[in-house]
């Protein structure tokens, strides 16, 4: 079926359709109008509330540079234990996480999660010692279990997979202007060391959390469920949005709106995210990207201090790295949305995540610091916009909508445990050149980048067997079709 792009405005006229109920008025809808509205109501705090997430994750690594690791104790493996102990549960929690999104609305659920871990981050600035720290990690992985996923899904209960692409990059683009706004940020609270008897590391902590709770409070009245319940948009607005995520973009004909997750839950529908192959295959994708957005998260301010540089400077010197990875992170989401193509955008990141890496291993053994920072920033650079467009690329081609649910929480939750394994990649005794590291990274991302192709191999493959299918006629009904979701004949992958 042809679709028509989201920029033009939908008409529909009651008298020249015969499908029409009868009586119904003549609508217009302005749809670029109308996503409009939408992103600014529904973008700007998701992706405050995912910046505030990697922040309060990923702090830790800023923190170890200024401090940390002495007054604790953080000698031998215990740093990288203390930020992997995080991924367990996060990753185990990450599709319950996401059943409750959908039985107590995301306005509750996702504020909810969001005060909670904002209160285990304030708690992180007054541990005493490094089993304490150990314990508040815990913690945490359990309180932000269900804001990646959630905040994911969440997105594809408003827009369509064609509007996708670049409303997740928005969104994502958080975790790298995390990256760069904490460098800065703990190069700014560091500098309060010795205020309340505190150091500065803990600062970093309790200022970070303190926020998060309270964006977490307003987070309440600021967050809406679905285009079906938003008041801010008129009758048609909610009709035809609604429209436009049920049929994956398909044109408005006048009808009204029903709720987004009419589809009741079934455990079978958890099962089919368990037993699809498209998840699995995005997992080994996801981790492509995944094992350097973590690995870099706990060991870029150590790489570059390796490169001779104090812990101030390091920490600086990783904002432009992650600046240009949210650059790219929303103009490749703009271009893949503009040209509505997902895996070639994947497969050409995740080659320029290899080049990087290459370039790194090369500079280290050669010791040519100027080479390892390039490779670095390359690698990291790339992993961000990789990420995001994997994540779209497979949600896109999720259904019904509690099976979308439980595939987003099964993919992240799963692809989440890169963040155990990465950090685990770099251990001090490999110190400065990381080679290990480095040549374990190029490992995932050429298993990744096998995976993708293979992907979008077998999307295609599908694709012509299906239209082969429904050339030949198929008997089923409207129900039975829903029902399949993405299994069924007339479904078509989005490549």
């Known amino acids: 079926m042809e679709m028509k792009p989201a920029s033009e405005k939908f008409e529909h006229d009651s008298g020249s359709d015969e499908h029409s109920p009868a009586g119904m008025e003549a609508r217009s809808v302005d749809t670029k109008k109308t996503l409009r509205q939408m992103d600014y109501r529904v973008i700007p705090i998701v992706t405050l509330l995912y910046l505030l997430s990697f922040l309060d994750r990923g702090n830790i690594g800023n923190a170890k540079v200024q401090g940390m690791e002495e007054d604790l104790k953080l000698t031998g493996n215990r740093y990288n234990l203390a930020y992997t102990v995080f991924f367990f549960p996060y990753a185990l929690l990450e599709l319950p996480a996401n059943l409750l999104l959908k039985k107590l609305r995301p306005s509750i659920w996702l504020p909810a999660i969001m005060v909670a871990w904002g209160l285990v981050t304030t708690l992180t600035g007054i541990v005493k010692s490094y089993n304490g720290l150990l314990v508040i990690r815990v913690m945490l992985g359990v309180a932000e279990a269900g804001q990646y996923p959630g905040c994911a899904y969440y997105l594809t209960m408003w827009y369509a997979p064609q509007d996708l692409g670049l409303r997740q990059g928005m969104f994502f683009s958080a975790a790298a202007l995390a990256g760069s706004f904490s460098g800065l940020l703990a190069y700014a609270l560091a500098q309060m060391d010795g205020v309340g008897g505190l150091a500065g590391w803990r600062w970093i902590f309790i200022i970070e959390g303190i926020v998060t709770v309270v964006i977490g409070v307003a987070a309440f009245f600021l967050i809406t469920d679905s285009p079906d319940k938003a008041k801010w948009l008129t009758a048609d607005q ?235 006629g198929i008997s089923y009904t409207a129900d039975e079709l829903a029902d399949m979701g993405d299994r069924a004949p007339t479904y078509q992958y989005k490549l």
């Open 238 to 472: 909610r009709a035809w949005a609604t429209h436009r995520v049920q049929t994956r973009g398909e044109e408005w004909n006048g009808q009204k709106a029903e709720e987004i997750d009419s589809d009741g839950f079934k455990w079978k529908y958890v099962g089919r995210a368990f037993t699809d192959w498209q998840i699995w295959l995005g997992i080994l994708v996801d981790w492509a990207s995944t094992c350097t957005i973590y690995g870099m998260s706990a060991f870029l301010p150590s790489i570059v201090a390796n490169l001779g540089y104090d812990g101030n400077q390091a920490n600086l010197l990783t904002i432009p790295v992650y600046a240009t990875a949210c650059i790219l992170t929303i103009v490749l989401s703009y271009l893949s949305d503009r040209f509505q193509k997902r895996s070639i955008f994947v497969i050409f990141l995740l080659c320029a995540e290899l080049v990087g890496y290459v370039l790194t291993m090369i500079g280290s053994s050669q010791l040519i610091n100027g080479l390892s920072y390039a490779g670095v920033f390359i690698s990291t650079a790339a992993c961000y916009p990789a990420f995001v467009l994997t994540i779209t690329w497979v949600l896109s081609n999720l259904a019904p909508t509690y099976k979308r649910a439980s595939g987003t929480a099964v993919l992240v939750g799963l692809g989440n445990l890169a963040g155990a394994m990465a950090p685990n990649f770099y251990s001090s005794e490999t110190a400065p050149e990381y080679l290990m590291g480095h040549g374990l990274e190029i490992m995932m991302v050429s298993l990744g980048l096998i995976s993708a192709t293979v992907m979008r191999f077998l999307y295609k493959k599908q694709n012509k067997k299906r239209e082969e299918l429904v050339a030949n």
